[in-house]
């Protein structure tokens, strides 16, 4: 079907302009080939695509445990194009993980216990897509005229 292929076609137009697509559909090519990278992923009145160091999406970066580090594809992902950086090692990481942790726990602790106003406490339960429920707990508060929520803590239910 002929008709199928338009918002495919909407979309190239978006990324690479419309002399790029009838271009392409007339089956010609690029007039002054241009072999650098940024020529290949440039898209019609854009920046040039940048590589960024962040995890791609968040279920990503929840997944992710500190020995991460030691797997050769995000090493290289990481050091790309920056030969000087060094990745501490999973013990490293999750040594300092574990120190922010102690230390945020600290201040939170110490705010809540305190706080001269009013805590607002919540649960909240789910069902996750693998049909695993869970249950959280979260407190609300004022501080300085600014909302704040914090994760007290979240718990898998048992199954019945």
Known sequence: ???????????????????????????????????????????????????????????EARTRPPNIVNDHGFRTLMTAGRPNLHLPSARTVSRDIQASFKKCKATIDNLLQNHPGQLSFATDAWTSPNHRAFVAWTVHLHHEGTPLCFLLDIIEVPEV
Do not use: E
């Not at 002929?2 to 790029?20: D, E």
């Not at 040039?48 to 791609?56: L, Q, Y």
């Open 1 to 59: 079907d002929a008709g199928s292929t338009s918002n495919l076609r909407k979309h190239a137009i978006l990324c690479f302009g419309k002399h790029t697509v009838d271009s392409a559909i007339a089956g010609q090519g690029p007039k002054n080939p241009d072999g650098s990278i940024f020529a290949a992923f440039a898209r019609a009145g854009q920046k040039p695509v940048t590589v960024t160091h962040r995890a791609h999406t968040d279920a």
